[in-house]
């Protein structure tokens, strides 16, 4: 039985995963506003309603890979050491929200045409909002008892992504000579402030 629904789940990954890339593909290629759900779904060979099974919006396919990387961050950080501080965890985290070798061309070019397009910036942000609430939620088991209030974990989180976003665009902005990560991390120790 596991190994039928290890068999499923390696399924609906693939399928998640051939659906986000048609819609970069052809959001890339084509626009943004020419892209439709039914040619994501020609694209990946499923159909229409798949599409649905998977994805609320072409933004959503889109966009697919922040979540993705989200996920992948949050996880480090709850396999962090207990005793690690807020901060360090999420510094030390940061590394699994960009490409291992460092971003290549296509992904430079995927988050300058995400940011290029209004709806889908607002639909990154809502991503963002609520791994956010999740990584709040983590945050505040790591706080002695006298740092926790309602908002401390939430402003950590908060103005950890700030900076990672301020971090990213600033590297976008600039002509490639120092890394991304070596960009976040300066971001990260300048943004630490009280939660060092």
């Known amino acids: 039985m596991n190994t039928v629904q290890g ?3 390696r399924k609906k990954i693939a399928t998640r995963e ?4 048609a819609a970069l593909k052809l959001a890339m290629e084509h626009g943004f506003d020419r892209l439709t759900v039914e040619a994501i779904a020609d ?9 649905s099974n998977y994805f609320a919006s072409k933004e959503e396919a889109l966009l697919y ?3 993705a990387r989200m996920a992948a961050m949050l996880e480090a950080v709850r396999a962090r050491p207990a005793a690690e501080s807020p901060w360090t965890a999420l510094t030390a985290s940061m590394r699994t929200l960009f490409p291992e070798r460092g971003p290549d061309e296509d992904w430079v070019a995927r988050a300058r045409f995400i940011r290029s397009h209004p709806s889908l910036l607002v639909q990154q942000l ?6 956010e609430k999740e990584l709040a939620a983590e945050l505040a088991a790591r706080l002695p008892e006298e740092q926790r209030s309602a908002t401390r974990p939430r402003l950590i989180a908060g103005c950890f992504f700030t900076a990672i976003r301020v971090a990213t665009v600033a590297w976008l902005d600039q002509p490639q000579g120092t890394s991304l990560q070596d960009i976040a991390e300066r971001a990260l120790a300048e943004a630490a402030g009280p939660f060092a």
């Open 65 to 67: 890979g922040d979540g």
């Open 18 to 21: 051939a659906l986000h890339e």
């Open 7 to 9: 068999l499923r789940e």
């Open 43 to 51: 694209a990946a060979t499923v159909s229409r309603r798949t599409f």
């Open 126 to 131: 809502a991503t963002f909002s609520s791994f």
